[in-house]
């Protein structure tokens, strides 16, 4: 029928879609008709929104999740201010809850552990299918604690506040009073992760906004001019440094690494 990114809808949600259809410009049709299609979907139903490819043997579906799974897990039980993201953000050093510029949002994983950590996060997100799924998975986020009394996961998503922007644009927007603390970038690069879980999602990213989503190296020299105490960029742990330009130090994992710019000593 198609094989350009649509929309599918189960029964009941059709309102829904039929919003997301006017926001998004694509086009709607009933998940029955999925199997005539190709390409991607974003699938409308009881358990959210999710990225979907079609056809055979496709893999299952990429939502955004915040309140159950890996999210709630890490939360519990992920090492809290241990954690190297959260020394390379600076929130180990003791008092400090800083306010933090999340660039390249996504689905918004790494800037959700920030904030369960302590600190405001700003996340931008230029992808508009990015983004539906991002503010999708917060809205479901909050139901679920606002039923639970879930007042620890509440705390944590009244710190976090998402933007649809491009993030040069963003940042080049900002008056000196907003200049945020840390701005925290996460260039998108191929998936080397073993889990299926990972490269699934990469894989369907890759398809949906390419490679280059933004360009990143410009990113970092406006970012290391907006920021107050420093810039910190994730990589592949053996990628080459964003443009060729050596950090101050390096937190580095198995698999990733923190690069950390400082700009001045952290209060």
Known sequence: MTNSLSILYRP???SRAGLLSDTLG???FAITASASM???ALVVDEAGLALQQLGPKAPGPVRCDFSSGTARHRRLYGGGKGQDIAKAI???HKGFKPRVLDLTAGLGRDGFVLASLG???TMVERHPIVFALLTDGLSRARESAEYEADGELLGILDRIHAVHSESSEFLQNLTADQSPDVIY???MFPPRDKSGKVKKEMQLFHQLVGMAAEDSDRLLSLSLQQANYRVVVKRPAHAPFLNGREPGYSLKGKSTRFDIYPLKKLP
């Open 119 to 121: 600190a405001q996060v």
């Open 26 to 28: 694509l086009q709607c």
């Open 90 to 92: 600076g929130l180990s």
């Open 185 to 187: 970038l996460d260039p």
């Open 38 to 40: 190709s390409g991607m």
């Open 12 to 14: 009941g949600f059709e």
